[in-house]
């Protein structure tokens, strides 16, 4: 009987290590964040006439599909990933995962998650994804380890979710998918930069250089995060001017760019690790709460 409970317990513990495995495989916390920018997309293109099954469908079409992106990159980046302190326990440079297991699952990952999107949307929709996808897995990946202009070609793939939600309702792509795009576009950077930062020592080791500024972690890094918050104050406000948000939801998305633009502005002051780690944080907050006021406001 002992025997029997030991091996039921083995098996359990093997079968939660594989899920979880598979669930970093796919970065499933970041994939989170990417669905949640397509479901607002497509939110907004509704303008309230939400369908709950076709919500459901990209959710999933979009999980696969940036699941997919993770597991490539993390293929091309095995060896780099056991040099790195924060990498060195997923799935394939700790060999509890084969690479030959980790193609297979990104290219169903993938090959589902775009034919879903085409099936239960539209064409434009899947080309989009896949668009995604390919620059993601093999522009962006590589392109990390030669230049810091990987972060700009990266704010590409990182910026079509909310654009691709959309299109998977209206079919087209039209100045409110462009203007969309473009916000999230602007927003990568800061983003992007203060992670760079808080990672900078450990992506040495690595030989990826993500910052702007060849000095590293200094000051002519971190203007770049305030010029381009600035820069994503203008932009966040051109919604209001193409009447997709009224004067409530417009001064919400204000007051969010004006936060995060005063985080940046710290970071800049203090250059430390502490003042990156609240705008990396404020990156994250701010996102959400300007896509959600595009559709509250129109409740």
Not at 165 to 171: E, F, K, L, P, S
Request: a positive charge; charged letters at 10%; glycine letters at 6%.
């Amino acid at each position: 009987m002992e025997k029997a409970t030991t091996i039921q317990v083995t098996k359990w513990s093997m079968l939660s290590q594989k899920i979880a495995d598979y669930a970093m495989l796919a970065k499933f916390r970041l994939s989170f964040l990417v669905v949640f920018s397509a479901v607002i997309g497509y939110m907004i293109a509704v303008n309230g006439l939400y369908n709950i099954t076709a919500l459901v469908w990209l959710a999933l079409g979009g999980m696969l599909v940036t699941g997919a992106s993770n597991a490539i990159n993390q293929i091309i980046e095995k060896d780099i990933d056991k040099l790195m302190t924060r990498t060195q326990n997923r799935p394939l440079p700790s060999d509890r995962m084969s690479v030959t297991e980790a193609v297979m699952a990104a290219g169903v990952f993938g090959i589902s998650g775009i034919l879903l999107l085409t099936w239960k949307f539209n064409p434009v929709a899947g080309v989009l994804s896949a668009i995604s996808l390919l620059s993601y897995a093999f522009v962006y990946t590589p392109l990390k380890r030669v230049s810091s202009v990987a972060v700009f070609v990266g704010a590409i793939p990182g910026a079509l979710p909310p654009m691709i939600g959309y299109v998977c309702y209206t079919g087209q792509i039209d100045y409110v998918a462009v203007v969309l795009f473009s916000i999230q576009f602007v927003w990568q950077f800061p983003h992007f930069w203060s992670i760079a930062w808080l990672q900078y020592e450990d992506y040495l080791k690595a030989g990826i250089m993500l910052l702007p500024s060849s000095s590293g972690k200094t000051s002519m890094s971190a203007i770049q995060s305030v010029i381009y918050c600035s820069l994503l104050l203008v932009v966040s406000m051109i919604p209001y001017f193409f009447n997709m948000v009224g004067f409530i939801g417009n001064l919400f998305i204000v007051a969010a760019g004006v936060v995060f633009l005063w985080m940046a502005w710290k970071h800049y002051t203090k250059c430390d690790d502490k003042s990156a780690r609240v705008l990396m944080f404020g990156s994250f907050l701010y996102l959400p709460v300007m896509q959600l006021a595009l559709v509250l406001d129109k409740l």
